[in-house]
């Protein structure tokens, strides 16, 4: 996180609750030792509408990041499997997870905390209608960081994997695209527009090379 603000401060992009008791709250070694002697503390209340700027542009955070929309979700899945097409193993299978919050206000569902953020951190989050969710820590001061599966984290129930032949992934990306979810519609920017060519590209191009 430190070197994602970095590199924003750098280009002059915001990040949400920014100010220099934020940074010194939560960006110096002092704040990073603590946070190495109990582990179950990351990531603070303060850090989670930043750590959702970089996971909406790339970034790698502790946040998990969903949509409400199971289109999106599924072109998202596509997208991905026919980046990697030419990987495809026999028998493998395209995965959508479907969560069950509960209620849209749920703040938890079981351990694992349930995030909704500002539109206004990221168009981003409001093309994919995206939520998050924050997966726990387990240690004590001192022991090795534990982190569970999400299955096991989550009441009963809660989570469904849904899936297709990764063969499917062709037909998948073609009705999400005649219903309009695609990477320029996902990713409002040139950026998006880049991402869709290309998902167009892998789409026509045949899986044998």
């Known amino acids: 996180m430190r ?6 401060d750098a280009i002059g992009v915001s990040v949400p609750h920014d100010s220099k008791d934020f940074r010194d ?5 002092l704040l990073l030792r603590r946070y190495h002697a109990k582990p179950d503390t990351w990531p603070g209340e303060a ?7 970089a996971r909406l542009h790339g970034c790698p955070t502790r946040l998990l990041d969903w949509s409400t929309n199971a289109y999106i979700a599924a072109y998202f899945a596509a997208s991905e499997a ?4 030419f ?6 299978r395209l995965a959508v997870l479907e969560l069950d919050v509960g209620s849209h ?3 938890y569902c079981g ?34 960081i534990v982190s569970d599966g999400l299955e096991y984290e989550l009441p009963k129930g809660s989570l469904r994997k849904l899936t297709v032949p990764i063969t499917a992934s062709y037909r998948l990306y073609e009705l999400c695209e ?4 695609n990477s320029a519609r996902l990713y409002p920017s040139a950026d998006g527009a880049s991402k869709a060519a290309l998902d167009r590209l892998w789409y026509s191009t045949p899986r044998e090379p």
């Open 25 to 29: 709250d939560n960006l110096t070694d």
């Open 178 to 181: 005649r219903l309009g979810y």
């Open 82 to 85: 026919l980046r990697i097409r």
């Open 111 to 144: 351990e694992v905390r349930v995030l909704t953020v500002s539109g206004a951190i990221s168009p981003n989050v409001v093309a994919q209608q995206g939520l998050f969710t924050v997966h726990p820590l387990r240690s004590q001061t001192n022991e090795p």
């Open 3 to 8: 070197s994602f603000i970095h590199y924003c």
């Open 47 to 53: 850090l989670l509408e930043a750590m959702a700027l």
């Open 105 to 107: 206000s749920a703040k």
């Open 87 to 92: 990987d495809w193993k026999h028998d493998q």
